[in-house]
C-alpha cells in the first residue's frame, strides 16, 4: 500500500486538460513543500516533471503544472499531447522519518 | 553528458548479497545528495535509501534497514548499494538518482534485481 494516494487512471482528449491528485497527511504532503512529479513511459527511467510543488526543471513544457492545498497535492496537463500518455507518480518528503514517499501512480491515457 | 549507469544486478537466492554500483558522469559528483529508488515489476516507485555529500548523511526506508548499505566513493563519481539478507520483496529494477533539493533530477536505466531460489 502506497502512502500517498493517487486515482489509478484518468484521460482526456487531445488538448483538453488532465488534473491527477495526491492526497497525504500532514507529515509529508501538508506539512513540506517538498512535492515532486515523475513522468514514466513504458520501459523507460522515471522523468521529473514538477518540483517543491509547482516549479518545472529546464526542457519540461509549460503545459505541466503543479499545486497544493491542504495535504492533497495536484498535477495539471493542459493541451494534452499523444506523447503525455504515461503513468505518472507523485512523491513527498516525509518528516517523521526522513525518507521520501510515493504515490502508486496514476496512468493517464491521451483518447 | 549528464548520465548516470548502474551496474551489478543479477539473479540471487533469498538470503543472498548482492552489491550495485551507479557510475555518473556529466556533473561534479560529489557537490549532490544521491539515491537509490526501486520498483517491483509492474509496481510503483520506491524510495530505498539516500546519502548526503561526502557520506555524512545516510538515511534508509524501514523495509531495508539493517540489510542494504548505501555508499559512494568521489574519487570515482561513483555511488553503491549494498544488499544483504535479500528476500523475495526485494526483487525490482533498482534505479540511481541525483537529488536536486527534495526531488530526483536525473535517473538511470536501472538494474534488475531477481531474488528467487
Known amino acids: 500500500q502506497s502512502a500517498l494516494t493517487q486515482p489509478p487512471s484518468a484521460s482526456g482528449s487531445p488538448g483538453q486538460s488532465v488534473t491527477i491528485s495526491c492526497t497525504g497527511t500532514?507529515?509529508?504532503?501538508?506539512?513540506?513543500?517538498?512535492v515532486s512529479w515523475y513522468q514514466q513511459h513504458p520501459g523507460k527511467a522515471p522523468k521529473l516533471m514538477i518540483y517543491e510543488v509547482n516549479k518545472r526543471p529546464s526542457g519540461v513544457p509549460d503545459r505541466f503544472s503543479g499545486s497544493k492545498s491542504g495535504n492533497t497535492a495536484s498535477l495539471t496537463v493542459s493541451g494534452l499531447q499523444a506523447e503525455d500518455e504515461a503513468d505518472y507518480y507523485c512523491?513527498?518528503?516525509?518528516?517523521?522519518?526522513?525518507?521520501?514517499?510515493f504515490g502508486s501512480g496514476t496512468k493517464v491515457t491521451v483518447l | 553528458e549528464v548520465q548516470l549507469v548502474e551496474s551489478g544486478g543479477g539473479l540471487v537466492q533469498p538470503g543472498g548479497s548482492l552489491r550495485l554500483s551507479c557510475a555518473a558522469s556529466?556533473?561534479?559528483?560529489?557537490?549532490?545528495?544521491m539515491t537509490w529508488l526501486r520498483q517491483a515489476p509492474g509496481k510503483g516507485l520506491e524510495w530505498v535509501a539516500n546519502i548526503k555529500q561526502h557520506g555524512s548523511e545516510t538515511y534508509y526506508v524501514g523495509s531495508v534497514k539493517g540489510r542494504f548499505t548505501i555508499s559512494r566513493d568521489d574519487a570515482k563519481n561513483s555511488l553503491y548499494l549494498q544488499m544483504n539478507s535479500l528476500r523475495v520483496e526485494d526483487t525490482a529494477v533498482y534505479y540511481c538518482?541525483?537529488?536536486?533539493?527534495?526531488?530526483?533530477?536525473?535517473w538511470g536505466r536501472g538494474t534488475m534485481v531477481t531474488v528467487s531460489s
Open positions: 500532514n507529515s509529508d504532503v501538508g506539512g513540506y513543500n517538498y
Open positions: 512523491s513527498s518528503y516525509e518528516g517523521s522519518n526522513i525518507i521520501y514517499v
Open positions: 538518482a541525483r537529488h536536486i533539493g527534495w526531488a530526483f533530477d536525473m
Open positions: 556529466g556533473f561534479t559528483f560529489s557537490s549532490y545528495w
